[in-house]
Each structure stands twice: as C-alpha cells, then as structure tokens.
C-alpha cells in the first residue's frame, strides 16, 4: 500500500507561502518556493513553537514568523547561531497534485 496522500495543488499554495494540513501526525506546512519547488515541514518552530506556515520563505529557508529564526526548507535545520530542529517529511509533485508521505 502507498504512503503517499494527496494534499491537494500547487495553485493552493501561496507562492513564497504555506499551507498548512492537518494530519494524524499534527500540523504540516507545505511551502513553495520561487522555483515552484515544495517541502513539507512540521508547522512548529524549534525555537518556540511559532507557526512556520505564516513565515516568508526565501529561496530554501522560511523565516519564522515570531523571532526571525531561519528554517532550513530541506533539512529542517535552524539555521546561523541557531540550532534545533523542525521535523521534514517527503512531499512530491505529480503534475499539479502534491502528495505528502508521512512515513519518511
Ligand atoms: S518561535 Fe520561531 S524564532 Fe522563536
């Protein structure tokens, strides 16, 4: 059986924006970027727990809403001085559709 579920299109996306899905597993935020490229991020800042999803997204990186962390998109990382953590999880694209995979 496929892990992967639909989460919807990239027109739903806000472009240098988020959405965000709820899922067994909390809060995900789908992100895209300038290029059209997609990531999926928990929605939860390792610094304090800010909304990744309302943040601005530059290139790889979201910057979070509240104190101006920077989040790697492809890692998760917190970027610079700081250091933590925002759990990643494999999103594709096929065509327009965006499916999300929250085993890996
Ligand atoms: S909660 Fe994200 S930078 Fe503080």
């Known amino acids: 059986m496929s892990s992967w579920i639909e989460v919807g299109q990239i027109k739903d996306i806000p472009p240098l924006g988020a959405r965000v899905v709820q899922t067994g597993q909390g809060d995900i935020a789908i992100f895209r970027n300038s290029q059209n490229e997609i990531f999926a991020l928990r929605d939860k ?3 304090k727990g800010g909304p990744l999803s ?6 790889k990186t979201v910057t979070c809403p509240l104190h101006n962390w ?3 998109l492809e890692n ?3 970027m610079g001085p700081d250091s933590g953590c925002s759990g990643v999880y ?3 694209l ?3 559709k965006i499916f999300l995979n ?3």
Not at 54 to 59: C, D, E, L, N
């Open 54 to 59: 309302q943040g601005i997204v530059s290139g």
């Open 70 to 72: 920077k989040i790697s």
């Open 45 to 47: 800042c390792p610094h």
């Open 94 to 96: 096929e065509g327009e």
């Open 76 to 78: 998760g990382e917190a």
């Open 102 to 104: 929250l085993n890996k």
């Open 90 to 92: 494999a999103v594709k």
